[in-house]
DNA sequence: GCCAACGTTGGC
DNA sequence: GCCAACGTTGGC
């Protein structure tokens, strides 16, 4: 079981829209960035990410399931670009902000704090743990 | 709206 | 294979 995080601008395709899709779960297309692709490739049916607001909101909203393994991407003929399915699982009770990771010792080395343009990203256990925590989970 | 960071592209 | 130019992302 690995841990991710997946960053989307809600202008764009937001946690209410991913929620609306329900068990059936979307394609995370439109990823054109090889350490994304390959972060996709990696995941497996089962894995667990958290669904995160750049942009305006910057926090974390949600809790999202991998529901298939990385295929060509739908809307590209570029073979290059895959992508898997995500599912959404739960809401946090309240989002946890990027001010609220900035400020937890704890978070220093989330690649969220770190690389703050890479749209999907892995987070570790230990991380995961403490940001479901602070989202009131 | 600006700008820094970073990834990609293309000329050499 | 290097590097300058350019485009995109995301925080502020």
């Keep these: 079981m690995a841990y991710w995080l997946f960053k989307s601008e809600p202008s ?8 609306a899709k329900g068990q059936a779960g979307e394609e995370w297309d ?3 960035n090889y350490q994304a692709r390959n972060f996709m490739r990696k995941m ?3 894995d667990l990410g958290f669904f995160y607001h750049s942009q305006t909101e910057k926090a974390v909203v949600g809790i999202v399931e991998v529901c298939a393994e990385a295929h060509p991407d739908s809307t590209t003929d570029d073979d290059r670009w895959e992508c898997v399915d995500i599912k959404a699982v739960e809401p946090l009770q309240q989002p946890v902000t990027l001010d ?5 010792p704890r978070l220093a080395d989330m690649v969220l ?3 703050s ?3 999907v990203q892995p ?6 743990k403490i940001v479901r925590e602070l989202g009131g989970l």
Excluded: F, H, Y
């Design 44 to 46: 497996a049916v089962g």
């Design 113 to 115: 704090v770190k690389n």
């Design 100 to 104: 609220m990771v900035k400020a937890d």
């Design 123 to 128: 987070v570790t256990e230990n991380e995961w």
């Design 12 to 19: 764009t395709w937001s946690w209410d829209q991913q929620v």
């Design 117 to 119: 343009r890479l749209s």
């Design 30 to 32: 439109g990823v054109r």
